[in-house]
Structures are given as structure tokens and as C-alpha cells.
């Protein structure tokens, strides 16, 4: 069984670029969450995506945006990055949208802007 | 209000002790509910999911209580292993989908 795999695995990115993070989601998983980890805080939930269509989405702006791949793979897309994005992105993948299917992380990425 | 609240430690306990955690949600229709543990500078893991029964595996009891909107973590006999960041996880409906809240996370950290 593959686990949750993202990349990469850090990057530095200057004030207002754009940054793709990536992630492959457990094998047999067709959901996946993506999450901001800021320093000495809990995950924040971003969005979430299920058979390729957004299913979900948190307090993130419109710059914050996402995509599903027919293999389940997902993208998080952040334009305009700002200082405050600074913080470990996670991936978290499952089986199905339930209340009750737990989640499976990826090492996350994390993201430094300069 | 946080949607979900935890006490944020740091508890420091010496190994063999007994700790527990207190977690507190805001959303009556929560439905699911979760201890995940972080160690530092890695991703979230899976500890257990909490039963409105309440549930035991091994060293670690989990209590719901939905009445009060609580739910409680009991670490028996601590290891140094045990130290850890330990994330309250809710599963609450919003929008047509099930929307998983993290609090902010208790730290442990176990001494000799």
C-alpha cells in the first residue's frame, strides 16, 4: 500500500509569486484535504476534493485554489503569495467524503515566503 | 469561539505518569471525532477515533461526552516515546460535506 506522497518538500518563494504544491493520494483513496499548518497551530482546512470537483472549502481566499486528477492526485495553487502563507501545507487523503473516514497525511510541504 | 479547544500544554509529566487532555467543540451536530498525534515538524497520525461509549487501546482511553460537548484523552504508564503534540480532531457538517476541525494540539513531553 502507497502512502500519502507530496512535493515538494520545501520551498522559499518571494512575496506576490505563485507556488504549485503536489500530492498523490493512498492508494485506494479517492478524496483528498488539503490543509495550512501555521507554527504552533493546528491544521486549518482549506478545501477538499472528491471525484475531481471542489467538495469543501474553509476561510481561504480566492488565490488559494485546487484541482483533482482523474488518479486521484490533487494540486493546491496559491497566486499572489503572501508573507502569512508561510507555514507547512498538508495533503490528507480517504476513502469517500463520510464523517467518519479518518485521514491520512503526507509529510507536507513547507512553504517560506520571503 | 474556536470551533474546537484545547488546552495548549505544555503538560510535563515524568514517565509512568497518568495525563489527560480536554477537548472541548462548539458544533452540536458534530458526528465524528478523533485523536491524531503530531510529533515535531512531521505530518498529523491517526491515534484513535473516540466512541460515544468511550473506547480503550492499550495505554490510551478516549471519552465523548456530547451532552457537555466534550471529549477527553487518558494517557496511562507514560513513555518517553509518548511525547508528542496530541491534535482534538471534529468532524462537523457544513455545506453538504463533512468538514474535519483540528484544535491547536496539547503538547506532551515525558521525562526521565
Known amino acids: 500500500e502507497t502512502g500519502v506522497t507530496q512535493s515538494p518538500t520545501h520551498l522559499i518563494k518571494t512575496r506576490g509569486q505563485q507556488v504549485t504544491l503536489r500530492c498523490s493520494s493512498q492508494?485506494?483513496?479517492?478524496?483528498v484535504s488539503w490543509y495550512q499548518q501555521a507554527l504552533g497551530q493546528g491544521p486549518q482546512f482549506i478545501f477538499q476534493?472528491?471525484?475531481?470537483?471542489?467538495?469543501g472549502r474553509g476561510n481561504f481566499p480566492p488565490r488559494f485554489s485546487g484541482l483533482q486528477f482523474p488518479n486521484y492526485s490533487s494540486e493546491l495553487n496559491v497566486n499572489a503569495l503572501e508573507l502569512d502563507d508561510s507555514a507547512l501545507y498538508l495533503c490528507?487523503?480517504?476513502?469517500?467524503?463520510?464523517?467518519?473516514?479518518?485521514?491520512?497525511f503526507g509529510n507536507g510541504t513547507r512553504l517560506t515566503v520571503t | 469561539r474556536k470551533e474546537v479547544e484545547q488546552d495548549p500544554g505544555p503538560f510535563n509529566v515524568p514517565e509512568g505518569a497518568t495525563v489527560a487532555f480536554n477537548c472541548t467543540y462548539s458544533?452540536?451536530?458534530?458526528?465524528?471525532f478523533f485523536w491524531y498525534r503530531q510529533d515535531c515538524r512531521k505530518e498529523p497520525k491517526l491515534l484513535m477515533s473516540?466512541?460515544?461509549s468511550g473506547n480503550e487501546d492499550g495505554r490510551f482511553t478516549a471519552q465523548l461526552n456530547r451532552a457537555s460537548q466534550y471529549i477527553s484523552l487518558l494517557i496511562r504508564d507514560s513513555k518517553l516515546s509518548d511525547s508528542a503534540t496530541y491534535l482534538c480532531?471534529?468532524?462537523?457538517?457544513?455545506?453538504?460535506?463533512?468538514?474535519?476541525?483540528f484544535g491547536a494540539g496539547t503538547r506532551l513531553a515525558v521525562h526521565p
Open positions: 490528507a487523503s480517504s476513502f469517500g467524503t463520510a464523517h467518519n473516514s479518518p485521514l491520512h
Open positions: 492508494s485506494g483513496h479517492n478524496t
Open positions: 476534493y472528491y471525484r475531481e470537483e471542489e467538495n
Open positions: 458544533n452540536s451536530a458534530s458526528q465524528s
Open positions: 473516540v466512541y460515544s
Open positions: 480532531v471534529v468532524s462537523s457538517p457544513s455545506g453538504g460535506y463533512n468538514k474535519l476541525i
